[in-house]
């Protein structure tokens, strides 16, 4: 036989490297899927990595209890063949499932996983962004990829995720990124939080996706959202209009709020609130109680701490924080190093509080806490 072109070996050396790689983080550092009780009073599992670089996790709960997670997993974030990847845990259970890929594409590369479970037809929903992977399109025209990003879409009908139809194309404006949990308005309509990657930090914002008919999309821009990116959603009063929004800013300065009283339609200006960002994704919820928690990284800088505040007042003020993840102390690894970011998180119908989030983009990192746990050592 002829001799493998040499890029084609060292692409496929790399592939070992990195897996072998991944065999010693899986090895020494217990990502094994096993949920376990700490000292500290709440529990934590690491993922099984089904790839060397892992990001962006999504959480959704099942009627039955089940939890699901899915999350991106290839070589890294916008290489070739990145794929949207997803994992279960049954109901009670203390062990995830190995992930399994549910969509994938040759030449481009899935991102940012948002899963929605229809009440109405209990379809299990899957939204993706899905961009050229980098190296190929910096051999078209050298533009930036996410440039071209675009929004697809596939259901699971079993409404578990075991069985999904074939992806389609949802937004095909280009830049169109996803990140954030879809909400249901008074009358049945989903509102999808979006936003546009295109050309300067200052040029980028966000937009309200809203459709009556779950097939149809009307789009909403929010003003004066420029640099503030990935919009959380939530409602902090049941059964009223009235919607909050945080943002993530791209000046690396404050975690941004707007209010619309018409559920989505029209928004206030978006203004600062006193809790820091990095330029890096957040993620809020209501709890049963009406209060409102966030996770988030508290800095300007770096990704780490992952932190979680809540407000008492409906995102007011924040009154408790706890850090759930620190760098470790005595850590010799430098800031570029460590990242806990990206974070998701809900409230089951016991009480508990899940979340997950990157951990090193190693694997991703799940975590299981009470309301009251947040109050026992904040940190405010």
Not at 7 to 19: A, G, K
Not at 101 to 114: A, E, L, T
Request: aromatic share 10%; hydrophobic share 35%; glycine share 6%.
């Amino acid at each position: 036989f002829p001799a493998a072109p040499p890029q084609l070996v060292m692409e496929v050396d790399l592939v070992l490297f990195l897996n072998l790689c991944l065999v010693c983080a899986v090895a020494s550092q217990k990502f094994d899927g096993v949920v376990r009780h700490t000292s500290d009073g709440h529990y934590e599992a690491y993922m099984i990595p089904p790839n060397v670089s892992n990001h962006a996790s999504f959480l959704e709960l099942l009627p039955s209890g089940e939890l699901l997670m899915a999350w991106f997993s290839g070589l890294a974030e916008g290489a070739n063949n990145c794929s949207i990847v997803l994992a279960r845990l049954p109901p009670g259970g203390s062990q995830w499932s190995k992930a399994e890929v549910v969509s994938w594409r040759v030449d481009y590369s899935n991102q940012n996983p948002v899963l929605f479970l229809d009440g109405q037809t209990a379809a299990l929903h899957l939204f993706h962004s899905q961009q050229p992977a980098s190296s190929v399109e910096r051999e078209r025209d050298g533009a930036r990829s996410e440039e071209k990003a675009h929004i697809w879409t596939l259901v699971s009908a079993d409404g578990r995720g075991l069985r999904w139809t074939e992806p389609a194309l949802l937004f095909e404006k280009d830049g169109s990124f996803d990140r954030n949990r879809i909400i249901l308005s008074l009358n049945g309509s989903w509102i999808y939080p979006v936003y546009y990657a295109v050309s300067g930090s200052e040029n980028q914002y966000s937009s309200m996706k809203i459709s009556t008919n779950h097939k149809d999309w009307v789009g909403f821009p929010i003003k004066d959202s420029n640099y503030l990116v990935q919009p959380s959603v939530i409602r902090p009063v049941n059964a009223t209009k009235h919607l909050l929004a945080y943002f993530r800013d791209r000046r690396h300065e404050n975690i941004y709020a707007a209010e619309s009283l018409d559920e989505g339609v029209s928004w206030s200006k978006p203004r600062a609130t006193s809790l820091e960002n990095n330029n890096a994704a957040i993620q809020a919820t209501v709890l049963h109680d009406g209060s409102v928690v966030i996770l988030y990284n508290p800095t300007h800088s770096q990704r780490y701490p992952m932190r979680v505040s809540l407000s008492e007042d409906g995102g007011k003020t924040w009154a408790y924080s706890r850090d759930i993840e620190t760098k470790p102390s005595g850590s010799e690894a430098v800031d570029e190093d460590v990242e806990y970011s990206y974070p998701t998180v809900l409230q089951a119908p016991d009480g508990w509080i899940h979340a997950s989030y990157t951990y090193n983009r190693q694997t991703i990192k799940y975590v299981k806490f009470s309301q009251q746990w947040i109050k026992e050592k904040s940190c405010l």
